[in-house]
C-alpha cells in the first residue's frame, strides 16, 4: 500500500467527492475572544456542520463543543498562544503536538506564518518542521498565510502570491489565502499545485459580494472556502453554506445561488 495512503484519505474527508471544500472556520476565539456568532461554539457546531464538508477549529472546542458524527473533516489549528489584547498578535507559535492531533482524529493540522512580520521567520520555520514532522503520519497540514499589517499588502497578489509560494516550498498540503479583485489567479498559480482555499474576512454588507468572491476564486483555480464570520455572523448562516456549497461545489453562479437562497436582489 502506498506510504501516501494516510495522506490521500485524510484529505478525502476534507475535499468532496467535487474535489472542493466548504470549511467552517471557527478558530477565531482563541485570538479574539467569544465574538459574536460564535458566543456558543456548541450551537454553531450543531446547527452548520450538516452543511459543510470540513471544519477548522482549536482542541478545546473540538473536545468540548464537538458532537462527532464522522461526516466532517477536522482541520485541527495548533498555532496560537496571542490574542487581541496582547503586545502582537502575530507572535503565535505551535500549541499543540502532533500526537495530540492525531489524539483527536485530526484530519489535517493548520498553523499560520505571518509574512512580513517580526514572527515570520519563527512561523515559516515551524510551518516547515511541522510539515516535516506531519510527513511521517501522513497527516496533512494547512499553512493559514498572512500579510502584516500593511492593508494596501493585504490586498496585493503580489505579497499575496509570495506567503503563498512560501507555504508551498515549505511543504504545506492546503494553503489559506485571502481573495484579492486583481490577478488573483497568480496568487493560485504561486501554490505551485497544492491547493487554496480562500478565508472570508469581516463580515459582509452584501452576501452577492461574498459569493461572488467564491465564484471568481473557484474560477481562478481554488478549491474552496475557509470562511468564518460572513457564516455565522449572518442571520442566514445555513442558507450562507447553501448558496456557497452550489457556487463552490456545483459551478453555479452566484447571481443564481444568491436569487434561490435569498430572494431577488
Ligand atoms: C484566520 O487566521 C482565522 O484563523 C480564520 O480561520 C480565517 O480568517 C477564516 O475566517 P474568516 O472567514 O472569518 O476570515
Request: aromatic share 4%; hydrophobic share 40%; with cysteine.
Amino acid at each position: 500500500m502506498s506510504e501516501l495512503f494516510g495522506k490521500k484519505n485524510r484529505l478525502s474527508r476534507i475535499f468532496n467527492k467535487s474535489g472542493k471544500s466548504i470549511m467552517l472556520a471557527l478558530d477565531h476565539g482563541m485570538a479574539l475572544g467569544p465574538m459574536q456568532g460564535i458566543e456558543r461554539p456548541g450551537e454553531v457546531l450543531k446547527k452548520l456542520t450538516p452543511y459543510t464538508d470540513s471544519i477548522m477549529l482549536n482542541k478545546g472546542i473540538l473536545q468540548n463543543c464537538y458532537v462527532p458524527d464522522g461526516h466532517v473533516g477536522i482541520v485541527l489549528r495548533i498555532s496560537g498562544a496571542a490574542t487581541i489584547v496582547g503586545e502582537d498578535l502575530t507572535r503565535e507559535s505551535i500549541t499543540t503536538t502532533v500526537t495530540e492531533a492525531l489524539r483527536l482524529s485530526a484530519d489535517a493540522v493548520a498553523t499560520s506564518i505571518y509574512v512580513g512580520t517580526p514572527n515570520e521567520h519563527s512561523t515559516i520555520r515551524e510551518l516547515s518542521l511541522l510539515c516535516d514532522e506531519c510527513e511521517t503520519y501522513g497527516l496533512p497540514v494547512l499553512a493559514v498565510t498572512a500579510i502584516g499589517k500593511d492593508r494596501e499588502r493585504k490586498t496585493d497578489p503580489r505579497y499575496l502570491a509570495l506567503a503563498v509560494r512560501v507555504a508551498a516550498e515549505m511543504g504545506a498540503d492546503i494553503i489559506k489565502t485571502y481573495y484579492c479583485d486583481e490577478n488573483f489567479e497568480k496568487v493560485v498559480e504561486a501554490s505551485a499545485g497544492v491547493p487554496i482555499v480562500i478565508a472570508g474576512g469581516p463580515k459582509m454588507d452584501s452576501v452577492l459580494d461574498v459569493l461572488k468572491i467564491a465564484e471568481n476564486a473557484v474560477k481562478a483555480g481554488a478549491l474552496g472556502v475557509d470562511m468564518g464570520r460572513n457564516v455565522w455572523q449572518h442571520e442566514k448562516p445555513v442558507e450562507m453554506l447553501l448558496a456557497l456549497k452550489e457556487v463552490v461545489n456545483e459551478g453555479i453562479n452566484a447571481e443564481e445561488a444568491y436569487s434561490k437562497h435569498f430572494g431577488r436582489k
